[in-house]
């Protein structure tokens, strides 16, 4: 594997934006005597996400059911593996959900109900991503393989003119893919890398997790259902893949509607491995909100469509998005810095898709 080139963040910060912004929002959390963590909001809709997947998951094995009933709670299911995702996994294991780190740990593990990895989800998101918002060869989240072009730094390919039309059928199999190839290729290239974070465990044991974990995964959601369930062996294959489906495809456009949009800038560094700003300002440039007047969409995106607070305070919790927003727009304008938001879902899904389609177009 090509070595990647050390990247650093500019110090030049005249007007110390992010020190000023800092203060403000600590100042915000001390006047109201609250803590940066969740409280009993995100408590409750914990409970909510994980009724939505279990509970269906429990009527399908256990009662007779029409198929096509099946079929609508193996997506409802779905629906609750992705609020689980969003609300629950992403604080945990960026140690926002609690101020106990037993509580954040035992969160973060959810993770294990959407089949992903939490070694592998905090290299991926919590240092590459987080770290290299956006930066082509660094950020992780911009790489499709050949399949999908998200960069103009990207190499074109010439079926890539059609892929705004075609990527939205290939979002919805994000988690499958955890699932099946993901964690392993990842895995691979992070212990090869030599990448690690604070209390992460050695290789061999990352190893051993991951294949016990994979084990009990499908003997829960596929082995177990075909041994109690009255149906075909197929039509338990069918439910899981939609169950994946229904979550990956919520979790993909959430995701994508954060970074990939017009909106949002794909910097690359000078010939020395330095970025023109500094790595606060870096995220307002490369990141998005959406819909963030909408109560619906930030219950149940967990704060994701808050993505400029959480990418510059992603150790406060998505609970307090709403009301430190007010607080980063307000310091982005006085130091006439880009605050990028889209007032509703439909737009940034409008803007995120006519995006594809300018990088799907041959480079001049």
């Given amino acids: 594997m090509q070595a990647k080139q050390r990247l650093r963040f500019?110090?030049?910060?005249?007007?110390?934006?992010?020190?000023?912004?800092?203060?403000?929002?600590?100042?915000?959390?001390?006047?109201?005597?609250?803590?940066?963590?969740?409280?009993?909001?995100?408590?409750?809709?914990t409970i909510v996400m994980f009724a939505l997947?279990?509970?269906?998951?429990?009527?399908?094995?256990?009662?007779?059911?029409?198929?096509?009933?099946?079929?609508?709670?193996?997506?409802?299911?779905?629906?609750?593996?992705?609020?689980?995702?969003?609300?629950?996994?992403?604080?945990?294991?960026?140690?926002?959900?609690s101020k106990y780190p037993?509580?954040?740990?035992?969160?973060?593990?959810?993770?294990?109900?959407?089949?992903?990895?939490?070694?592998?989800?905090?290299?991926?998101?919590?240092?590459?991503?987080?770290?290299?918002?956006?930066?082509?060869?660094?950020?992780?989240?911009?790489?499709?393989?050949?399949i999908l072009r998200f960069s103009k730094h990207s190499e074109w390919m010439p079926h890539h003119k059609f892929q705004h039309y075609y990527s939205i059928i290939l979002y919805g199999l994000l988690t499958l893919n955890w699932a099946i190839t993901t964690d392993f290729q990842q895995m691979k290239r992070y212990t090869k890398r030599k990448l690690s974070y604070l209390n992460s465990k050695k290789p061999s044991m990352q190893w051993i997790g991951l294949f016990l974990s994979k084990i009990l995964y499908f003997s829960i959601w596929i082995v177990l259902p075909m041994i109690l369930i009255d149906a075909p062996w197929w039509s338990v294959l069918i439910g899981f893949v939609v169950m994946h489906y229904t979550a990956g495809l919520i979790l993909s456009v959430v995701f994508q509607l954060a970074h990939v949009m017009e909106d949002a800038e794909m910097p690359e560094p000078d010939k020395t491995g330095t970025m023109k700003n500094t790595w606060a300002i870096h995220q307002l440039t490369t990141t998005v909100n959406f819909s963030t007047k909408n109560r619906i969409v930030n219950w149940f995106t967990g704060g994701l469509n808050h993505?400029?607070?959480?990418?510059?305070?992603?150790?406060?919790?998505?609970?307090?998005?709403?009301?430190?927003?007010?607080?980063?727009?307000?310091?982005?304008?006085?130091?006439?810095?880009?605050?990028?938001?889209?007032?509703?879902?439909?737009?940034?899904?409008?803007?995120?898709?006519?995006?594809?389609?300018?990088m799907g177009m041959q480079p001049s």
Avoid at 28 to 45: A, P, Q, R
Avoid at 54 to 81: E, R
Avoid at 120 to 133: D, E, P, R, S
């Fill in 10 to 45: 500019s110090r030049k910060d005249p007007k110390e934006f992010f020190k000023t912004l800092n203060i403000r929002v600590n100042q915000y959390f001390k006047e109201n005597k609250i803590e940066k963590t969740g409280n009993w909001k995100l408590y409750l809709k």
């Fill in 53 to 97: 997947m279990i509970a269906p998951y429990v009527v399908v094995i256990t009662l007779s059911l029409n198929p096509w009933l099946k079929l609508v709670l193996c997506m409802v299911m779905g629906i609750g593996m992705a609020g689980i995702g969003m609300n629950v996994m992403h604080d945990g294991n960026h140690g926002s959900y």
């Fill in 102 to 146: 037993w509580v954040n740990t035992f969160m973060g593990s959810s993770i294990y109900l959407l089949a992903g990895n939490v070694f592998n989800w905090k290299i991926q998101h919590n240092v590459l991503h987080h770290t290299y918002t956006n930066i082509h060869g660094h950020d992780e989240d911009l790489e499709a393989g050949r």
């Fill in 307 to 358: 993505q400029i607070e959480h990418h510059i305070f992603p150790h406060i919790s998505h609970i307090h998005y709403t009301k430190i927003a007010k607080i980063v727009k307000k310091t982005a304008q006085e130091f006439n810095l880009p605050y990028n938001e889209y007032k509703t879902t439909r737009s940034a899904v409008l803007s995120h898709f006519k995006y594809l389609k300018q």
